[in-house]
């Protein structure tokens, strides 16, 4: 795209023009892509609405960005415009740094593909989760097709900007300069410095708030609402999003929540801590098994239209099941934390590895079964620093944690280690001789088949029915674990171990909102044929009650101060949990998504609608949102004052 080579155009203006048109295009190429990616998430939009998306609601975001991009370079390149210089070396520093931030711009918008595909949102500071460990990173996407695409077309998209950049750059080193008057310089200089703040802006209209997230959301169809954004303000807006505090004061969100979990006669420092009296008159021994991505989507209990996983319906079919369960949030260390620490995931708070909380002593079910006497044991296939769980777990009631390190090095499958089976495996004979030695043993274990991006070991293709992804990987995890239970069963310690089977977190399948309920909704089965009768539990269940509710099961004596309940002693109101900057709340009736104070929605899900009932239901929606928020704002509180360890 060349600079405008017309006598009555500046340099300086012809060429930030050129560039802004340029970049527009850029992201509108993106968005478009973005689009019929995943066109049938629009299928039930109106041909107005998806036009007013891109050239509307999108073009005013890509505006911002591109505008933010060239504001400092037009400052630059208008030193010689008001000043009578030379053009070149200022019109050279200006494009460089045009490359570079539009560089990132692309970067940003690529990543922001394969971030929507695996989360059903426009892009956040989430990705920088797994840039902790760099090496293991590179091992992963190397190994991963699902990311090729994506990188290609960065590059592609980028020698094609630098390309026609470099045109524009070298037009405007040729053209020869416009001569005026200093009072038109300036005046030139000020219109378009002016344009610049309306164009950040976003309106004219001083009567309104500047360009902010809850301006893209316009639509009944959630994926229009999210196309409208440009992924760099997305990412950038996600770094705002972290403190909760929708109560004036922590004393009125910590009274709210102490009246909802019924605990206000509580003296301890920490106000939600009990003393649960029990008989303690059993202890089995605990395998508690965290599965990857086990969304309720792709268990065919929950979703018929496949045979998929017939061990894990058999288990639900003989053991406690949860059937209207949720996780804590979207990433694998909500689910470790809020299923054995009792906390909620507080937004895109990261407890196993933050500066706040990485160094903190928390109180849950690996302490409590420590102080029974437990020996308390945690297995990944991968490498144990992964998300700091060695370094936040082994503090915190593990005495040990079993990794890549720990198993031989021929076994390793692929970036995520060794494949569950070999954990399995190793799993079973550390159980075989914790037992020998007449201990008790609490293991838990994390898998891996079903993560994005896994493939099935050649030497069990054969043996799957469902040979598509994804529903092979889930099929495939579903057969280890049938192999798993078999071999447990002819061990002498079976009829006294109790197996918890729940999900990390769901995933991203059949999206209906932008906060999609498939990556909350997860299976929870306890199961133990000799000491717990089948029974199907309706209610609405959280992964922070896994362990008051196991442990009421097993009428253990324990101090509990987190902020889970016994489900089959306190039903729970209402659900919730985070999706990074997003907060959703789920009634018998009703499923809420807080995305900010002015961009609120209510939908009745159980018939999937995508028709916005929140203003006509202020009450539920109040009510609602005061349950959450009082939870939320009390786990900040706690971790705030350092009131996560027991008394």
């Known amino acids: 795209m060349k600079t405008p080579n017309n006598k009555y155009i500046p340099i300086n203006i012809g060429f930030i023009l050129s560039s802004f048109v340029l970049l527009l295009v850029i992201n509108f190429a993106f968005r478009s892509v973005l689009f019929f990616s995943f066109v049938d998430l629009a299928q039930d939009a109106s041909y107005s609405d998806i036009l007013y998306t891109f050239f509307n609601r999108g073009l005013l975001f890509d505006i911002y960005i591109s505008l933010i991009i060239l504001l400092v370079p037009y400052l630059i390149i208008s030193i010689p415009f008001l000043f009578n210089l030379k053009y070149k070396s200022f019109l050279k520093v200006s494009n460089w740094i045009i490359v570079i931030l539009a560089t990132v711009n692309i970067m940003v918008s690529a990543t922001d593909l394969g971030f929507f595909k695996y989360y059903n949102a426009r892009i956040s500071n989430a990705v920088f989760d797994w840039t902790d460990d760099i090496g293991l990173m590179i091992k992963i996407m190397s190994n991963d097709a699902t990311y090729l695409p994506f990188f290609i077309l960065f590059i592609f998209a980028v020698g094609v900007y630098i390309f026609i950049q470099r045109r524009n750059l070298n037009s405007a080193l040729i053209i020869t300069r416009v001569k005026m008057h200093f009072l038109g310089r300036i005046s030139i200089f000020l219109f378009f410095l002016t344009a610049f703040f309306f164009g950040i802006r976003g309106s004219f209209d001083f009567s309104r708030m500047p360009l902010n997230a809850d301006d893209a959301y316009f639509s009944d169809n959630p994926f229009l609402n999210q196309l409208g954004f440009n992924p760099v303000y997305t990412l950038a807006h996600s770094y705002t999003d972290t403190k909760i505090d929708y109560f004036s004061n922590d004393d009125k969100a910590v009274e709210a929540a102490v009246k909802y979990l019924d605990r206000e006669n509580v003296t301890a420092s920490n106000p939600f801590e009990v003393r649960v009296i029990g008989t303690d008159t059993i202890r089995p021994n605990i395998i508690f098994i965290l599965m990857e991505s086990m969304s309720n989507s792709m268990v065919s209990r929950y979703n018929t239209s496949r045979i998929i996983t017939p061990t894990i319906d058999s288990l639900a079919k003989n053991g406690i099941v949860f059937d209207n369960f949720f996780s804590a949030g979207i990433h694998t260390y909500n689910g470790i934390f809020s299923s054995f620490y009792g906390l909620p995931a507080i937004m895109h708070n990261k407890p196993l590895n933050s500066v706040q909380t990485a160094n ?288």
């Open 360 to 647: 903190m002593k928390f109180y849950g079910l690996p302490n409590i079964l420590q102080s029974k006497k437990y020996l308390t044991s945690f297995y990944v296939t991968g490498a144990k620093k992964f998300d700091n769980m060695n370094g936040f777990l082994l503090p915190n009631g593990f005495d040990r944690m079993i990794g890549e390190s720990n198993y031989p090095s021929d076994s390793i499958f692929d970036g995520w280690g060794v494949t569950d089976k070999i954990m399995y495996n190793r799993v079973l004979r550390d159980c075989d001789s914790i037992y020998s030695v007449g201990s008790r043993f609490f293991t838990g274990i994390l898998t891996i088949s079903t993560h994005v991006g896994y493939h099935v070991p050649d030497s069990y293709k054969s043996k799957l029915v469902n040979k598509d992804y994804p529903f092979d990987l889930y099929e495939y995890s579903d057969l280890l674990l049938k192999e798993f239970m078999k071999s447990a069963k002819a061990k002498p310690w079976f009829d006294n171990t109790v197996f918890v089977f729940v999900g990390d977190h769901g995933q991203n399948f059949s999206a209906v909102y932008d906060m999609n309920l498939n990556y909350h909704k997860i299976p929870l089965i306890i199961y133990s044929p000799k000491l717990f009768k089948h029974s199907e539990y309706t209610g609405i269940g959280l992964q922070i009650d896994i362990y008051p509710t196991l442990f009421g099961l097993l009428n253990f004596s324990f101090t509990n101060n987190s902020l889970g309940v016994d489900l089959f002693k306190n039903k729970r109101k209402y659900g919730y949990f985070s999706a990074d900057n997003k907060l959703g709340i789920i009634s018998d009736n009703y499923y809420l998504i807080y995305r900010s104070k002015n961009n609120i929605s209510m939908y009745d899900y159980k018939s999937n609608s995508t028709d916005d009932v929140y203003i006509l239901n202020p009450t539920a929606a109040d009510s609602m949102e005061n349950y959450a928020f009082s939870m939320l704002q009390s786990a900040q509180y706690l971790i705030n004052n350092q009131l996560t360890d027991a008394d």
